[in-house]
């Protein structure tokens, strides 16, 4: 079946950039997305790329997707402490969608 | 913006009752979904309604209910409610045919 894994903790220092890496078996998904959500808080969409593009940027976002080894990931420059969050990857299948278990990330001052 | 609210952030209930979490959202999106997050795992889908009166099953639908009566409000029902039900509960809502899902804040369930 579908299934989409995540590191389920990054940590790195304030101002350094930081890279979350997610892998997902459907090949056949036509989004992927990047889902953030802040402590005691819902799941706000961060970005999504379109299955046939390699590459999105958004100020300090920038989104890769290797199509071929089913490796999708975010990196966040110049982290700050307001990045302090869990990261969800998740891929589209038809008006599903399939979610990794996300990846906490912790700003170290 | 988009909307979407739960009836409850914390709710506490014993083993053995029903169980009612509500979800409303206000923009007029056809497809709403229930999801269970445990850390660790991520979201598990429970059911999804892609219009009034129309419901699916997820990947974890055992123990749960659903209702759509009215487009902007999603029910999830738990008729019996048990200790492994303890978890947070996210309500989402999307426009038919579009990317993002918009979710609510979610409902913190532990069942005693």
């Known amino acids: 079946g579908e299934d989409v894994e995540q590191s389920l903790f990054l940590s790195v220092r304030e101002g350094d950039s930081s890279v979350i890496n997610c892998t997902y078996t459907?090949?056949?998904?036509?989004?992927l997305y990047w889902y953030k959500q802040e402590p005691g808080a819902g799941l706000q969409l961060l970005t999504y790329i379109f299955s046939n593009m390699d590459m999105k940027q958004d100020q300090r976002l920038t989104v890769l997707l290797n199509k071929k080894d089913k490796h999708l990931s975010l990196r966040i420059a110049d982290t700050q402490t307001g990045d302090s969050a869990i990261y969800f990857c998740?891929?589209?299948?038809?008006?599903?969608?399939?979610w990794g278990a996300g990846t906490k990330l912790i700003i170290k001052p | 913006d988009v909307k979407v609210t739960q009836s409850s952030r914390y709710l506490v209930k014993r083993t053995g009752e029903k169980v009612f979490l509500e979800c409303v959202q206000d923009?007029?999106?056809?497809?709403m979904f229930w999801y269970r997050q445990d850390p660790g795992l991520g979201l598990r889908l429970i059911y999804f309604?892609?219009?009034?009166?129309?419901?699916e099953k997820g990947d974890i639908p055992e123990g749960y209910s659903v209702s759509r009566e009215k487009k902007e409000r999603f029910s999830l029902i738990l008729e019996s409610a048990s200790t492994n039900q303890t978890s947070m509960y996210l309500c989402a809502s999307r426009q038919s045919g579009a990317n993002e899902q918009f979710f609510g804040p979610g409902t913190r369930l532990t069942v005693l």
């Open positions: 998740a891929e589209s299948i038809g008006y599903q969608l399939i």
């Open positions: 459907d090949s056949s998904s036509t989004y």
């Open positions: 923009m007029d999106h056809e497809n």
């Open positions: 309604s892609y219009d009034v009166k129309m419901k």
